[in-house]
C-alpha cells in the first residue's frame, strides 16, 4: 500500500445540542473548554467486529487535533470536533470504507471510561 493515501477523518465526538441517544442529557460546553489546549494526542479505536475483521478491538489510528466548536451563529451544531489519522493499512482502508459507506458515522471521547476516542455506529 503507498503511504501517499490521505486517511484522514474530522468529526463531533462530543455534542453540546443535544441530549445522547441513551438520554443522557447534553454535554456542558465548559467541561470541554481546555481539551483542544491541553490534550495530546489519543488513540482512535474501532470495536464493531465482524465488520473490519474478527479480531476483536482494535487501534486504528490516533486523534491529533480537537477544537471546541460554537456553531450557533454558523447554523452547525456546537461541539468538539476531533481530526484523526487512521493508520495506513488494510484496517485503515476498510475502516474508512465502513466510515464512507456510513456502517461507522460516530465518534465518542472517552464513551468507555477511557481516555480515548471510539469510532461507534
Known sequence: MSNDIDLSITGYCVSFDQPSEDGRPPEERASYEV??????????WVGHFPLITSS??????RVINFA????????????VL?????????VGVSVFAAISSGQLWALSLGGNGKREVSLTD
Open 35 to 44: 481539551l483542544a489546549d491541553f490534550c495530546e494526542e489519543i488513540p482512535l
Open 56 to 61: 476483536g478491538f482494535r487501534a486504528v489510528g
Open 68 to 79: 471546541v466548536i460554537d456553531g450557533e451563529h454558523w447554523n452547525i451544531p456546537s461541539g
Open 82 to 90: 476531533a481530526y484523526a489519522e487512521l493508520t495506513r493499512d488494510w
